[in-house]
């Protein structure tokens, strides 16, 4: 093993170390409308990740107001660290749509938030596998 393989070792055992949140990383199936119950359905949710992570709001993101639906929503942006190994079953990567659930964390005020992915950095170098996400509420 190099210095280098040692050295990304290390800092991979401490990047888990601080992963103190858990998760679930899901793509989810669109939406169906019933025309004769006049009910709208959620498509089918599909966990392609359950397990620990660290979820970092962005310091530099103030968020943004945006309109969605006629409502006014803020945007901000949050950065979710999985296990640099974690691989998705079937060889997936992951897209801008997917969702991220945090499910638990030592800070309650932040289970159940869900972030929407918006993009992934890939590294043979990394530390942890970095999600770029945000929170649409």
């Known amino acids: 093993m190099s210095q280098l393989d040692a050295t990304l070792a290390a800092g991979r055992r401490e990047a888990e170390a ?3 949140d858990t998760v679930r990383l899901y793509s989810q199936a669109p939406d169906s409308f019933n ?3 006049g009910q709208t359905a959620s498509g089918a949710q599909t966990t392609l990740y359950s397990g620990k992570a660290r979820v970092k709001a962005i310091a530099a993101s103030t968020g943004r107001e945006t309109e969605a639906g ?3 929503i803020v945007l901000r942006e949050y950065e979710v660290h999985l ?3 974690t691989a998705l079953p079937g060889g ?5 749509g997917m969702r991220i659930e945090v499910t638990a964390s030592p800070d309650a005020r932040m289970v159940g ?3 929407w ?3 992934a950095t890939f590294s043979d170098q990394s530390t942890a596998w970095r999600i770029r996400t945000e929170d649409r509420s």
């Open 113 to 115: 938030l869900i972030l």
């Open 92 to 96: 997936l990567r992951v897209l801008p």
């Open 18 to 20: 601080r992963m103190r």
């Open 117 to 119: 992915v918006t993009g």
């Open 83 to 85: 296990p640099w190994s």
């Open 70 to 72: 006629e409502r006014e």
């Open 35 to 37: 025309r004769a119950t």
